[in-house]
């Protein structure tokens, strides 16, 4: 059974750094595509930031130069570093996996970002 855990998340003040991390158990991430997404209250679940099998990475453009996703093949883990956070980067952030047809989703960490 494929189960993804994330951790990391917390409360942090603006312009502080948090770093998520993704356990992935009952699959290997090599040759996978994991992604982080967000979704706060009233809105839409949205891609943070992805990297697939080839380690090419994608972020949103609110991610973009302030976030680094990155994957531990060795220890089947993706990590997600946020610095320079902003208040609204307030959201759960999940972690996904995807493999041909196949889409696994923890159940999410939450973040809060204070003024």
């Known amino acids: 059974q494929v189960r993804l855990v994330e951790s990391g998340g917390g409360k942090v003040q603006a312009g502080g750094s948090l770093r998520l991390s993704c356990a992935v158990s009952?699959?290997?991430?090599?040759?996978?595509?994991m992604g982080w997404y967000r979704q706060a209250p009233g809105k839409q679940r949205e891609m943070v930031a992805r990297?697939?099998?080839?380690?090419?990475?994608t972020y949103s453009d609110a991610a973009e130069g302030r976030f680094t996703i990155s994957g531990n093949d060795a220890r089947n883990t993706v990590d997600l570093q946020m610095n320079a956070q902003k208040p609204n980067d307030t959201a759960l952030y999940y972690c996904k996996r995807e493999y041909t047809v196949a889409v696994h989703w923890g159940q999410g960490t939450q973040v809060t970002v204070s003024t």
């Open positions: 009952g699959t290997l991430i090599k040759g996978s595509t």
């Open positions: 990297i697939t099998k080839e380690k090419i990475t």
